[in-house]
């Protein structure tokens, strides 16, 4: 069974850097990942796609690397508007498989 | 712009059925996939399955085989998930997606903004 682990939360005061983990299982280690924000109420969205990538209207103080089997998603100059859940998330591309998502990571701003 | 708008909140007795609707607009239809996740109150995110546009192919999650069916309408730009067999514990909030991919990476994006289905008697 694959598996994405992330700590359940993490916290930074405004303007500080952070970084939130995403460890992969082995099966699905070697695939890219991607991030969502989900802002409180609401649905979640695209915030890093294949490891680094960010979409048009992400701001670039948002950053996602990729070494081994571990991913890790970096906010700098961290804005109270940045208290969210972040999920990273991966496909199990054996066989067509599925896709996996992390627990979450429930970010404060202090 | 690209939008997935959802159908409205349903509220189902355990063993029912429950059918929710995503219409998409701003972009060609059959050339994605439309993929639904579902998040159980204050849980994270599920994925649940994805359907081919072009093709009707569709993967779904093996927890959720034999229940559940997703299918597209190409010619009003909308995707549907049925559930069958409802019980208390697929009380979520169901959301589709735009499945963009690559010969590598599969993601989700824009996404709708969510159905609440309740399962209670």
């Known amino acids: 069974q694959s598996v994405l682990t992330q700590p359940p939360s993490a916290s930074g005061t405004p303007g500080q850097r952070v970084t939130i983990s995403c460890s992969a299982s082995s099966n699905i280690g070697s695939s890219p990942v991607n991030w969502y924000q989900q802002l409180p109420g609401t649905a979640p969205k695209l915030l890093i796609y294949?490891?680094?990538q960010r979409p048009s209207g992400v701001p670039d103080r948002f950053s996602g690397s990729k070494s081994g089997t571990s991913a890790s998603l970096a906010i700098s100059g961290l804005q109270s508007e940045d208290e969210a859940d972040y999920y990273c998330a991966a496909w199990d591309d054996r066989l067509n498989g599925p896709v996996v998502f992390g627990g979450g990571t429930k970010l404060t701003v202090l | 712009q690209v939008q997935l708008v959802q159908s409205g909140a349903e509220v189902k007795n355990p063993g029912a059925s429950v059918k929710v609707s995503c219409k998409s607009s701003?972009?060609?239809?059959?050339?994605?996939?439309i993929t639904w996740v579902r998040q159980a109150p204050g849980q994270g995110l599920e994925w649940m399955g994805w359907?081919?546009?072009?093709?009707?192919?569709?993967n779904y999650a093996q927890n959720l085989q034999g229940r559940l069916t997703m299918t597209t309408d190409t010619s009003t730009s909308i995707a549907y998930m049925e559930l069958r067999s409802l019980r208390s514990d697929d009380t979520a909030v169901y959301y589709c997606?735009?499945?963009?991919?690559?010969?590598?990476?599969?993601?989700?994006?824009?996404w709708g903004q969510g159905t609440l289905v309740t399962v209670s008697s």
């Open positions: 359907i081919s546009a072009n093709n009707g192919n569709t």
């Open positions: 997606a735009r499945l963009v991919r690559n010969r590598l990476n599969i993601w989700f994006d824009p």
């Open positions: 701003g972009y060609n239809f059959i050339s994605y996939g």
């Open positions: 294949s490891n680094n």
